[in-house]
């Protein structure tokens, strides 16, 4: 969903409930998993993000919070990795024929899961990360 409240402010978010479940699924040796969440998606997930750019100005600002819930690393649903949530934040300028923007990501620095394959094989989201982007307009 999207509000524009003023036409310097502008509000996205987001939000996601699932209720995902295996209706059939037998595993070699005849392991059977129906009903089990499948690995790596999270039942809930939800952001907002606000974007603020004074009339005709060269600068807008944004921040935002992203998060999800618990999910499972395997198909027995025995490895549970725990949900988070994301500060990110960016300042985007007006420069010539493009947009120079400076953002911040994960700006606590929380430690968090993004996916997994076991409890000893887990893809760790990135830290605390500045990057910079120049857009050009042709």
Known sequence: ASVTPTTSLRVDG???LMNARFEELIEAGGVDRAGNV???????SAGVWVTFQPRNGPVTIG????GQGQFFGNNANTNKVAGYALVDAQVAWRVGRGDLTLRGKNLTDAFHVEWALTSTQMMIGAPRSIEAAYRLRF
């Open 14 to 16: 987001y939000a996601s």
């Open 38 to 44: 499948p690995p790596n998606v999270p039942e809930r």
């Open 63 to 66: 921040a935002g919070i992203r």
